[in-house]
């Protein structure tokens, strides 16, 4: 059979028009196996056009639609039939399962990376988003992302770090370095959702060196732990109050600050006074009895409709996120009205000040859900050394009211001397 022409498709139109019956149109040789065919059909308010791979496999006929004429022209249609499908039916397998063939571009790959957090529940997808975002306007959206070289990446890397933006540098290195990651995982994983594979052959992102990391020492000592709880209670200036509810329930429960940002009511069992975490940043479940002071503090805040404890100024949808309440500390450390502190100090400042209070470290490592190897560990049971958090948590708790009870006590001397 002879190749389709564009006026047998305008001709076959005006029939269909007229007679109101269907006609298919074959494109070239192929009976038997498979072939390109433009399906014509009347409908009650107008004509359709449809181009379809069509494959004849285990003594049926398949169809898969490509797209609809003229949106689609017989040139474009024979080329995505010839790339997509033409292969496969030659192969016999089904043409169910086939797809874009074309190699993924820059864009495709970091859209389905983020997409795949997003899936997963990871909250850093709206940064790596925002990342990957500027960083595929600089490497070229529309280009393969299997012709990224190693050298575009550290050229692009280069400015910044020079700009004495390291902290930035790496993290653009980063995103990079995880994206390709996923994409060579996902190329033969049946549970992405991409629409388009990569055909990456390596991560050219993998071989380019890591900031060195600068392990955090510092933490708060007694008087300073006093004199950032007391301002958190009463500021100096009108702040949002969720922020320094929130930094006080980090200062109680030395938890990572993206957790505490995101408590939700479902979290909160009042009656037991535990909070208990589905999923936490390293990816394990994790639940907490709190101390008779924090849960005190969580008991006096009332949800707001969407059940979160700590909303967002903005958009009371969702919480506060952990980048607004470091900004928030970070204002306040510069009006010096607080010590210089970092939410991620606070952390820090819980473990040791704990072990002071008696706590042990495994009990404390427990507590602040740092990765552990043991067999218990490893299956998820919320009543999991429950009754020693427990312990830790009223140690913890008697050690830190006495601490503000005692500094209360000495102010209201030297204001009665």
Not at 120 to 131: F, H, Q, T, V
Not at 322 to 343: A, C, K
Not at 357 to 376: C, F, P, Y
Not at 380 to 390: H, Q
Request: proline share 6%; net charge positive; charged share 30%.
């Amino acid at each position: 059979m002879p190749s389709l022409t564009d006026g047998e498709i305008r001709h076959a139109l005006k029939q269909v028009e007229e007679t109101s019956k269907q006609q298919n149109l074959v494109d070239g040789e192929g009976h038997g196996t498979g072939r390109l065919v433009l399906v014509i059909k009347p409908m009650p308010t107008r004509i359709t056009a449809d181009w379809m791979a069509q494959q004849w496999r285990d003594q049926k006929r398949l169809k898969k639609k490509l797209g609809s004429y003229p949106s689609m022209s017989l040139s474009q249609a024979r080329e995505i039939f010839r790339r997509d499908f033409a292969d496969m039916i030659q192969k016999g397998r089904s043409i169910k399962i086939a797809g874009d063939t074309r190699p993924g571009t820059v864009a495709d790959l970091f859209e389905a990376y983020v997409a795949s957090l997003k899936a997963d529940g990871k909250p850093s997808w709206k940064e790596a988003e925002k990342g990957l975002n500027k960083i595929a306007d600089s490497l070229g959206r529309n280009r393969p992302a299997r012709d990224i070289e190693p050298d575009e990446i550290r050229d692009l890397i280069r400015p910044i770090y020079q700009r004495g933006k390291r902290s930035m540098a790496d993290h653009v290195r980063s995103y990079i370095r995880s994206a390709y990651s996923w994409g060579l995982k996902s190329e033969h994983d049946y549970r992405t959702t991409s629409v388009r594979r990569f055909r990456l052959v390596y991560n050219p992102a993998a071989g380019i060196p890591t900031e060195p990391k600068k392990v955090g020492t510092r933490w708060l000592d007694e008087e300073e732990f006093i004199r950032l709880y007391r301002w958190l209670e009463s500021p100096d200036a009108p702040v949002h109050p969720p922020y320094t509810r929130a930094v006080r329930i980090l200062m109680l429960t030395g938890q990572r600050v993206e957790e505490i940002a995101r408590l939700h009511v479902d979290q909160w069992d009042a009656a037991e006074r535990i909070i208990d975490w589905s999923k936490t940043k390293n990816g394990k479940p994790h639940a907490i009895p709190v101390p008779k002071i924090a849960a005190e503090l969580i008991g006096s805040i009332k949800p707001n409709e969407f059940g979160w404890f700590f909303p967002s100024a903005t958009d009371p949808s969702k919480p506060v996120s952990h980048g607004t309440l470091y900004s928030f500390m970070w204002r306040q450390r510069d009006r010096e009205v607080i010590p210089v502190v970092t939410n991620r100090d606070l952390r820090r400042t819980w473990k040791t000040l704990a072990g002071k209070a008696g706590l042990s470290k495994e009990i404390r490592d427990r507590l602040q859900n740092h990765t552990l190897q043991d067999v218990s560990s490893k299956s998820y049971d919320r009543w999991n050394y429950m009754p020693e958090k427990r312990a830790a948590m009223a140690r913890w708790d008697k050690f830190v009211s006495e601490l503000l009870t005692k500094k209360k006590r000495k102010a209201g001397l030297k204001a009665a001397a």
